[in-house]
């Protein structure tokens, strides 16, 4: 099924294509969140439930790839336990600030570890990959991040080239073992780091970029609904436009994300299993383990 029915999203007669417009809660997603679940039992059972993780040691069954979903490292992979998998999936924030020395780190961890392939976007903390926000930031002098003030234009400007041992997306996707995987690093504006954007109509410019026929869509952040509460505040923060759009247009196997480190864990709405693999806690300790996901490989893989 095709969660909700909205005036958010409709199908053109013609061609056949799922339009998302800009929800009218877009702005506030705790109260489209109880809106939603009121009047559509939106997050309701049975479809929408957790998920509990599989053993590392569950055999693999045949004809399927194992994902092994991490996020938020936040440069602290030096005690993360690595279970096995053939694909690795990094959906952001592997640095603190993005610096080169950061990443070439990030890279060598990258470089020593087994799986076939290894898929990794940036999140809002990979300050230096965010490219309009750099030039905002040398315009400010660099007042809020000194030890970025101390790079040189140069020592960043390719910072992308040090991922040598992974594929990096960037609204971009990537087709591996048959699945086509597509990453991109936007989050909802908060506290103005890279790679942020207003809720709304600028975010969801980005997700129409998304393509149909996706298998496994990466984000930094969550959907609203979806491991997205902030206990601290009491709110939900996931975006209302990522929601619609994954729901109603693109329909991806898997999501898989970070962003909120308090959201740690998996859930499905029957259809798409959502993923929001946070190693790092909420305190920044790298102590929630990968999570692992099987996925059927495409027929014509
Ligand atoms: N209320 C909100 N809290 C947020 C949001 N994005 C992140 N956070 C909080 O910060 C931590 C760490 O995030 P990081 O990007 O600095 O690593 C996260 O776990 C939340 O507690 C937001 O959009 N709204
Ligand atoms: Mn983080
Ligand atoms: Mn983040």
């Not at 976007?121 to 905002?136: P, Q, R, V, W, Y």
């Amino acid at each position: 099924c095709v969660p909700g029915s909205s005036a958010m999203a409709h199908r053109m007669p013609t061609q056949g294509k799922v339009t998302i417009t800009v929800d009218e809660y877009s702005s506030n997603p705790t109260q489209a969140f109880t809106h939603y679940n009121i009047n559509q039992s939106r997050f309701q059972p049975p479809h929408v439930h957790m998920v509990d993780p599989i053993p590392y040691d569950t055999p693999k069954p045949s004809g399927h790839t194992r994902f092994v979903c991490v996020s938020d490292t936040h440069s602290r992979t030096d005690g993360v336990q690595m279970p096995y998998g053939d694909v690795l999936l990094h959906t952001g924030d592997f640095t603190e600030l993005g610096l080169p020395s950061e990443v070439k780190k990030f890279n060598d961890w990258l470089g020593s570890l087994p799986y076939e392939l290894k898929v990794v976007i940036a999140g809002n903390h990979e300050l230096t990959f965010d490219k309009d926000f750099m030039s905002e930031l040398v315009k400010q002098d660099y007042y809020r991040f000194p030890s970025v003030s101390k790079l040189k234009p140069e020592d960043f400007d390719n910072v992308q080239s040090l991922l040598t041992n992974c594929i990096y997306l960037q609204d971009s996707d990537v087709t591996v073992k048959g699945f086509r995987i597509y990453g991109t690093p936007w989050t909802p504006w908060f506290n103005g780091w890279g790679f942020n954007l207003p809720r709304g109509q600028s975010l969801l410019d980005k997700w129409n970029l998304i393509p149909e026929g996706i298998d496994i869509l990466m984000t930094h952040g969550p959907p609203l609904g979806f491991r997205d509460w902030v206990p601290k505040e009491l709110q939900r923060v996931g975006c209302v436009e990522l929601l619609n759009t994954v729901q109603r247009r693109v329909r991806p196997k898997l999501h898989a994300f970070g962003g909120i480190h308090e959201g740690y864990g998996i859930m499905t709405d029957g259809y798409t299993t959502f993923i929001n693999a946070s190693t790092c806690t909420v305190s920044f300790q790298p102590t929630n383990p990968p999570i692992v996901f099987d996925l059927p490989n495409p027929p014509s893989s």
